[in-house]
Nanobody, 112 residues
Framework: QVQLAESGGGLVQAGGSLRLSCAAS????????MGWYRQGPGKQRELVAF???????NYADSVKGRFAISRDNAKNTVYLQMNSLKPEDTAVYYC??????WGQGTQVTVSS
């Protein structure tokens, strides 16, 4: 069974950057599709980005050109590089493996 642990959230000013990490254990990580979701205050959880086992990526329109998802199979870790952050990016960010396993989330707060 996969276990996920996110890190890297925090408080940042608009225009700043953060890199989130999600460390996975308990599975053959390289075979997992990995994704990031977020849930802002009063909003539904939404898909931010995902990366397949072969490295293909997909992004929500709201983050295209600003966020980049990547994975390091040797470290069993997936990353989300977030640049040009906006206040509307404020949310709890969750990592998922194969849409079935979820981490506890990490808070990202972007101040204006």
């Amino acid at each position: 069974q996969v276990q996920l642990a996110e890190s890297g959230g925090g408080l940042v000013q608009a225009g700043g950057s953060l890199r989130l990490s999600c460390a996975a254990s308990g599975s053959i990580f390289s075979k997992n599709l990995m994704g990031w979701y977020r849930q802002g205050p009063g909003k539904q959880r939404e898909l931010v980005a995902f990366i397949t086992s072969r490295g293909s990526t997909n992004y929500a329109d709201s983050v295209k050109g600003r966020f980049a998802i990547s994975r390091d199979n040797a470290k069993n870790t997936v990353y989300l590089q977030m640049n040009s952050l906006k206040p509307e990016d404020t949310a709890v960010y969750y990592c998922t493996a194969d849409w079935t396993t979820w981490g506890q989330g990490t808070q990202v707060t972007v101040s204006s």
